[in-house]
């Protein structure tokens, strides 16, 4: 079993900057590639950016040049670095890992952290 918790999220204004934090905790050595999505009210959640443990990295293309996301190994750590917001970025941010456990694919959501890009 692979735990998530996810932190950063808040209030910020157009063109502003946050950093997401989400630490993983338990099976890590099971995990393949972790991830962040976003669901805004009403919509679908959505990939905003995932990483796998090799160092592959996605972006949602309505978000390329403007976040960056990060995994540190080390410590089970994985980040999105998130510049230049606009109010459209507001949203319920989920970390996501997907991994493998004896021979059966799983995927673990965190409990998400609202961004909010407001003025």
């Not at 157009?14 to 099971?30: D, H, T």
């Not at 293309?61 to 970025?89: A, I, Q, S």
């Not at 991994?99 to 965190?110: A, C, K, N, R």
Request: hydrophobic letters at 35%; aromatic letters at 10%; one cysteine or more.
């Amino acid at each position: 079993q692979v735990q998530l918790v996810e932190s950063g999220g808040g209030l910020v204004r157009p063109g502003g900057s946050l950093k997401l934090s989400c630490a993983a905790s338990g099976s890590i050595f099971s995990i393949y590639a972790m991830g962040w999505y976003r669901q805004a009210p009403g919509t679908n959640r959505v990939l905003v950016a995932s990483v796998t443990s090799f160092g592959k990295i996605n972006y949602a293309d309505f978000v390329k040049g403007r976040f960056t996301v990060t995994r540190d190994n080390v410590n089970n750590m994985v980040y999105l670095e998130m510049n230049d917001l606009k109010p459209e970025d507001t949203a319920v941010y989920y970390c996501r890992a997907d991994g493998d456990e004896s021979g059966h694919d799983f995927s673990t959501w965190g409990q998400g952290t609202q961004v909010t890009v407001s003025s």
